[in-house]
């Protein structure tokens, strides 16, 4: 990740150097081959390809404190301030739901849980520094120089690149790849900055947030109120919009009726207009102010944390990209690539979270940046396929999906042409507690017209993304429904779900099972 300010490296000195290696190719345009701008997975991913296919390789990378002052090491948002702390406290949050239910199984255990936040969050951050330094010895062991520095464009083949100490230097190279992701966006109303935090702060948070009001409608925002529920805080969400907006709304709206029957509570289509602190202490005393959107009636809310989940921008400010002439989103800040990730100068390219239109996931970002490299200097000519890219909501349970939702299926193909096969299920391992037989449930999009050729799949369950990954690869091969009803499922496992699935949506027949 790459961003305007201090790290954690930069503080304690680690590859602060701005130094250029002394001397200069004879052919190329410059000291390296390829200088890539972001220390993400992206990032990292597309630098050590290239070295390791012979190329000279600078990397640059610089994280911005947020406006509470949360920085971290090398790595970028996925090994920082995401994927990785977010899964560690999410099994944080599970351990307490099956201690919860283990009583059934045998196990006498304390019936008074208590949770440590400061122990989970110490634990956390010492892992995540072990992938700071393993993504460092990476780097070093694939003589890729690295450069805890801000990078500025000056020419096509020329960046300024700034240290935490002011001390400026300037790096040449053939080309460039702009990997530098996104940050979290700040809502324009009053105390939002001086008063919330965001997925940046939580994961490092000193002290346990207590009372909780998240602030948004997508995954971030449903994940975080899933691991904060699980580990016993109070926690409202405020919904401008629908949930999950770009994802399956029949799965959305299971996903919510899960969670507020587990005790988070939505408050559906209202705009937060302020956020005051009424009193000090570890953790404050807020008062949220919102209003509801149809009738605008204002309403209130107290609180200990507000936590922003509205959306993210790229770090593309102050890069000096439109000074070179590369073409950006005006209205998103994102650079416009094309198939091959160049972007409209020649020699510069982009991938990841900072590219328009393209999905926001670190896999994505990795698979990219490698091909990218590949084809530049070991030459490939496979390009990144954006298409059918399986994906997985860590909510309390699970919401693995791929391909296209119910909805775009028939906006797509007509609601004639599209077929629905589904069915609830019951875990087996999980028979003596979960009781509740309208979850978990899986369902299947077809399209009539090529023999129910596979188009959407969707898992609401215990380890829906493990299962969702297999799955994903029918979408890809053209697998039909009937492919899938030749196999035999491993039983009792939730996944053999998808190969007993006959019960269509239209037909109207009740699918309620007590069993996989």
Known sequence: MHVEADSAAARHGAGASGDVPEG??????????????GGGSGGLAAASEAAELGRKVALCDYVKPSPRGTTWGLGGTCSNVGCVPKILMHRAAMLGVDIGEAAPYGWSLPSDKIHDWETLVEEVQVFIKSTNIAARKKLVTNKVVYHNAFAEFESAHRIKVRTAKNEVSTLTAENFIIAVGGRPRYLDIPGAREY????????????NPGKTVIIGSSFIALECAGVLSGLGMDVTVLARSKLLERLDQHMAEMVAKYMESHGVKFIRRCVPTSIEKIGDGTPLLLKVHAAKRDSGDPFVIDCNTVLLATGRVPNTRNMGLENIGVTMNKSTGKIIVDEDERTSV????????????KPELTPVAIKTGRLLSRRLYGGASTRMDYTLIPTTL?????????GLSEELAIAQYSNENIEVYHSHFNPQYQALTMKDESVPYMKIVCLKSEQNRIIGFHIFGPHAGEITQGFSLCLKLGAKLKDLQTLVGIHPTCAEIATYLSITKSSGKSVLRTFC
């Open 24 to 37: 200069s190719r004879e052919k190329g345009k410059g000291t390296y081959d390829l200088v890539v701008i």
């Open 196 to 207: 919330a935090i965001t997925s940046d702060d939580l994961f490092s948070l000193k002290y």
């Open 346 to 357: 020649q020699n510069i390219f982009a991938i990841g979270d900072v590219i328009d239109g």
């Open 394 to 402: 860590f909510t309390p349970l699970e919401y693995g999906s791929v």
